[in-house]
């Protein structure tokens, strides 16, 4: 083909994929929200619009509070401030409950499991995990008793620390993932256990790739970066030890399995699994099973370890907040028992600050993206079927409409006239509607009890200066790439 040719075929085709864009992008009812205008192919990733829990404010202020960015070459509608998310996730729950594909998600479980499905296999597993972290919280060993039971053990593994400056991470971390292993199989490892370790961490790498640019990259454009030499290659890697770890588990427990006393996760799954077995369409699959229990430890494991981590930074720079949770701890629990779920009712200032800790922390400020199940109708737009939507959780909880002082941490945010504790539809550390994080009942127990524990016996003092230490700083690096400190947790006196 001549060059004149060659030049004129690439500018028609320019135009035309221009106009595609155009034609998605216009503005008004029937089309999608306003934005940005994209770049062809690469959208709007090199014009400073990710990560967008940095820059939603610009846009809202330009664009409303919905609006239109592009990923790559695929639209995606933001969501912004509590009416919104809200009236989205929770008024139009059915709508909006679809999961926007992952590739990454996609290649490690080949369209298994619960988080990046969609239809009959994600009711069904949704529905199971639910019931099943349910029942298994009103069993002979209760939820409770085996969070407090791993909050025994934290607190001993901190004592040993005889007030000596050290790393809170890797004894929250081994922590929950043992709740989680006591939950999913049923078993408790000692910190010394090398395949447990092993398991910690495989998932923490995976974590820190999930939350990179890099990863952000192969879900944009997953056809190339699949083929290419990178970080994902490893992930790829040490997710199939991941999943090899899990399917040893399914065996074990699929030899030992007694169907009148179901142990945990796995047995309740292989129950049901007998159960159904010789139907045409079944959900309880050995491959569902896997990336079912793969999801529970990654999720679980990171963002509770990664909450209490911060609370306890937070705690160290506020002694005034930590003192007042001592002095309500000593009054309605004392020393001579461990703190117990049902002394939430008689510690409203304690239960305040640990809400107002997963708000300001906003530790999955995007939470993960939805997609819409059908054309949906919404605020005078029409967001067609398929499309990805983004409900920002961190314009909710730093929404100025909803909170008095959004920016500060400030446990009155879940405090009433009277002092008792009141609760916020504002806060949704869990997301809301049916895409809520199904373990939104486990990690707030882990939460109030892996604290309340620490802070019944010890104090919490930071190496640096507290007044030093800007919290909205660390967050925003906490976000991106982890955080790391040293404290010393002083015992109380009697």
């Avoid at 069904?124 to 039971?149: D, H, I």
Wanted: a positive charge; proline letters at 8%.
């Amino acid at each position: 083909m001549e060059p004149g040719a060659v030049l004129i075929t690439g500018c028609l085709l320019l135009l035309l994929f221009l106009l595609l864009f155009r034609a998605s992008w216009g503005q008004g009812p029937g089309r999608l929200p306003p934005g940005p205008a994209p770049l062809p192919v690469l959208g709007n990733l090199t014009q400073n619009v990710l990560p967008l829990y940095r820059s939603y404010r610009r846009l809202c202020q330009k664009y409303g509070p919905i609006f239109t960015v592009w990923l790559g070459p695929r639209p995606a509608v933001v969501l912004c401030g509590y009416e919104v998310v809200r009236d989205a996730l929770v008024e139009h729950s059915e709508e909006f409950s679809g999961r926007a594909p992952i590739p990454l998600l996609k290649q490690l479980n080949q369209g298994y499991g619960l988080v990046n499905v969609n239809g009959e296999r994600w009711r069904q597993l949704r529905r199971f995990t639910l019931t099943t972290l349910r029942n298994l919280g009103m069993g002979k060993r209760p939820l409770e008793q085996r969070v407090q039971e791993e909050a025994q053990h934290l607190a001993q593994a901190v004592a040993d620390k005889q007030g000596h400056a050290f790393d809170p991470v890797p004894d929250l971390t081994r922590a929950v993932a043992n709740v989680i292993c006591s939950v999913v199989m049923g078993t408790r490892f000692s910190s010394d256990n090398e395949e447990f370790q092993e398991l910690q961490r495989l998932i923490m790498s995976y974590m820190c790739y999930f939350r990179s640019h890099p990863a952000q990259l192969y879900n944009t454009f997953p056809g190339i970066m699949h083929f290419l030499p990178g970080q994902h290659q490893r992930i790829f890697r040490e997710y199939k030890r991941l999943k090899d770890f899990i399917q040893a588990q399914v065996a074990s427990h699929r030899r030992s399995l007694d169907p009148s006393a179901p142990r945990d996760l796995i047995d309740c799954f292989l129950l049901q699994q007998a159960k159904e077995r010789g139907k045409e369409q079944t959900e309880f699959e050995d491959e569902n099973l896997i990336a079912l229990v793969n999801s529970l430890f990654i999720a679980g494991m990171e963002t509770t370890s990664n909450t209490v981590q911060f609370a306890l930074l937070v705690l160290g720079k506020f002694p005034d907040v930590q003192a007042r949770v001592h002095g309500e701890l000593d009054r309605e629990v004392g020393r001579a028992r461990p703190p117990a779920l049902e002394d939430r009712l008689r510690l409203p200032y304690t239960n305040a600050v640990l809400h107002e800790l997963q708000r300001y922390i906003d530790l999955v400020p995007m939470s993960l993206p939805h997609a819409t199940t059908r054309p949906t109708p919404f605020r005078g737009y029409l967001i067609p079927q398929g499309t990805t939507v983004i409900p920002l959780l961190a314009s909710v909880h730093f929404d100025p409409a909803s909170w008095e002082t959004p920016e500060d941490f400030n446990p009155g945010h879940f405090l009433d006239e009277n002092g008792a504790f009141r609760k916020r539809d504002t806060a949704m550390p869990f997301s809301a509607g049916k895409r809520m994080c199904p373990r939104e009942g486990l990690a707030k127990v882990e939460i109030f009890l892996f604290i309340t524990t620490l802070l019944q016996s010890f104090t919490l003092e930071l190496l640096m200066d507290p007044g030093a230490i800007d919290l909205a700083l660390l967050r925003r690096a906490f976000r991106g790439q982890g955080l790391s400190y040293r404290l010393r947790a002083v015992p109380r006196p009697a």
